[in-house]
């Protein structure tokens, strides 16, 4: 799974802070995946900026990476799909499973298609 330091924004060829107030317009977001089921180790997958307002995947990042920051108590080892459970109040990882309970809900609200 994917952890903050794991997510790299760049401007040009300058590497921005995860601080930066403009990371979202970085022109570059670079992904190291540490470990992969290929056993491919450290391979790292860059995307660019685009002009789309919800699907440019330097935005995309650069939110998932400033609404971690702002939990409480995250460490080097906290994970991108860490959230905090609003019924408990502690760190929770979103899974796979709570995923697909999603889709499913999602699809049965939908109705069949006509």
Excluded at 55 to 66: D, E, I, L, Q, S
């Amino acid at each position: 799974m994917r952890k903050p330091f794991d997510i790299r924004f760049f401007k040009g060829t300058l590497e921005l802070s995860h601080s930066d107030p403009n990371l979202h317009v970085a022109t570059t977001v670079s992904i190291t995946f540490r470990y992969q089921k290929r056993d491919e180790r450290d391979d790292i997958i860059t995307h660019h900026r685009n002009l789309d307002p919800v699907m440019c995947p330097v935005k995309a990042w650069a939110h998932v990476v400033r609404r971690l920051l702002r939990l409480p108590g995250i460490t080097s080892s906290t994970t991108v799909d860490t959230f905090i459970d609003p019924s408990s109040g502690n760190f929770a990882r979103f899974t796979a499973t709570a995923l697909l309970k999603l889709v499913r809900a999602n699809a049965t609200a939908m109705g069949k298609d006509v």
